[in-house]
């Protein structure tokens, strides 16, 4: 059985496979997807993946919703810097 990730995976796969993805739309999805490719090859070749897991931040962190979660804590990082 699929997880929601995994089916969220296929279906924009199945989109794009079909060309029925706005070209803006497969932009974000496609430097989103490799940004976050880039960030897990970095920390699993640096070996940091314990240490992340374990930061503070991230110790007890739990969502439903972590792209939500995620573009949150860049907005605020984006603001804090202004």
């Known amino acids: 059985m699929k997880t ?3 089916e969220k995976a296929t279906l924009l796969e199945a989109l794009y496979s079909q060309g029925r993805m706005t070209t803006l739309f497969k932009k974000k999805f496609f ?3 490799n940004i976050k490719n880039g960030l897990y090859y970095f920390i699993l070749k640096k070996g940091l993946f314990e240490e992340l897991k374990n930061h503070e931040p991230f110790a007890n962190y739990q969502t439903t919703d972590s792209h939500k979660e995620c573009l949150k804590w860049l907005l605020n990082s984006l ?3 202004e």
Do not use: C, L, S, V
């Open 31 to 33: 430097t989103e997807r």
């Open 79 to 81: 603001e804090e810097k």
């Open 4 to 6: 929601e990730k995994e």
